[in-house]
């Protein structure tokens, strides 16, 4: 339980993770102080119950800690998306941040959140495993859906996971989508549901020239090698389901105890309604 009026940073991305946090982190006692980017947050955050709600653009580290300072947070979580080309694009540094990026040996997403974690630290500012607060929200083992995946959908899930495992090792992305144990599409920096919409695209020109691949889709999607639990944690929701369905898609594989269903029982509901197997494996 926390001390008495503590206070809780909350660093919040796109998309209902922030929101899931800040209401858990309310539940518990905690006065949040968001700050909230620009470029990402919704902005219903304003009227989200936060005891303060702060706007940054995403270069502004400095003023970022020096808010949190001045609030008396010592603890905050990182909650939400942060698009890949958000971070190595459309920034604009200050100081603090500009120094950090030229010390980066690697510019992927590991790299510059670990980075910004161990300044937040050398500030007093401590940040909490993302999943800190919504630990029932993590995916269980076993499978999840009234169906189980098939025998060809199984060998797409051995064979996705092991062309993961690689790529996650060089943080490239954390999802692939599989058909006939071929790779029709690997996550980069556009984010899974992009990605899966890629596979559809690809497959349905591809039928469109008579291909022998089977039209039904396998997504895998793991958590990286020691996956950082502060930061970009995998995530599914309705959505994910949605496009999924759109893209001809039949099967999603996760690592169980790493990845946050985001919104709950109605994502094994959604899969239900359109026939898609979900299993979680230990990673």
Partial sequence: MPFQNEKLGLIAG?????????????????????????EETFPEIDSAGAAAVHWFSLGELSRLIETFQRAGVRRAIMAGQVRHKQIFSSIRPDWRLAKLLV???????????GAVAKVLADEGITLEKSTWLLEPLLVRPGVLTKRAPTEPE????????????????????????????????????????????????????????????????TVVKIAKPNQDMRFDVPVIGVKTIEVMHAAGATCLAVDAGKCLLLDGEKIIDAANAAGIAITAEPS
């Fill in 14 to 38: 796109n998309g209902k993770f922030p929101f899931l946090v800040l209401d858990a982190a309310r539940a518990h006692g905690y006065e949040v102080v968001v700050a909230a980017i620009k």
């Fill in 103 to 113: 010390s980066l040996t690697t510019r992927n997403t590991d790299s510059l959140l």
């Fill in 154 to 217: 199984q060998k797409n899930i051995d064979y996705g996971r092991a062309v993961a495992r690689e790529l996650a090792q060089h943080d490239i992305g954390q999802t692939v989508v599989i058909a006939e144990s071929a790779c029709v599409a690997v996550e980069a920096m556009e984010g899974t549901d992009a990605t899966i919409e890629r596979a559809g695209q690809i497959m349905r020109s591809l039928h469109g020239d008579a291909s022998t691949l089977s039209r039904a889709l």
